[in-house]
C-alpha cells in the first residue's frame, strides 16, 4: 500500500514519472509491476527493496537538497 501511495505522489510531483518509468529503474517488467501495485501478484522482499529505493530514498534526497 505504501508503495503505491508513494508512486501516486511522485506522479502528481513529477507527471513524467510513470509505471514504465518505474519499471524500467527498478528493472521490473512493466507487466509484473502493473500486477504487484494492483495487488494481483506477491511483492517479493527483492523487489520490495528495489522499489522503496527508488520511490523513498530518491524523494528523501530531493527534500533534503532542495532545504540545503
Known amino acids: 500500500e505504501q508503495i503505491v501511495e508513494q ?3 511522485r506522479q502528481e510531483v513529477e507527471p513524467a514519472f510513470t509505471q514504465a518509468e518505474l519499471a ?3 528493472r ?3 507487466g509484473h509491476l502493473g500486477h504487484i ?3 494481483q ?3 517479493t522482499l527483492q523487489n520490495k527493496e528495489k522499489l522503496y529505493k ?3 530514498l530518491k524523494e528523501n534526497l530531493k527534500t533534503s537538497s532542495t532545504r540545503a
Do not use: D, E, N, T
Request: hydrophobic fraction near 45%.
Open 54 to 56: 527508488i520511490l523513498f
Open 28 to 30: 521490473i517488467s512493466v
Open 41 to 43: 501478484r506477491p511483492l
Open 24 to 26: 524500467r529503474q527498478s
Open 37 to 39: 501495485l494492483r495487488g
Open 7 to 9: 508512486f501516486r505522489k
